[in-house]
């Protein structure tokens, strides 16, 4: 279950904090479906950094061609 960011610019519910809930607070205050439906809070959801491997690019990266007799060439 994510955390909540709130972005209800002033209105709220009363009982619910006006201000980004933790995760204990989402399940406290009826889940993440029901706070998203109010309009006054967005789940926030962990981004996946990619990192990119040192030294590759796509020019190491080229077409396998076959030819007419069924090697392969690299190059």
Known sequence: MPKMKYIGKGRWLRGVPARDL???EVKKH???KALEQTGLYK???KRIKVKKSPGLDNKQFLPVKE???GEVDNG
């Open 30 to 32: 009826g889940g993440v």
């Open 43 to 45: 789940a926030v959801r």
């Open 67 to 69: 030819m007419d007799t």
């Open 22 to 24: 933790s995760i204990e």
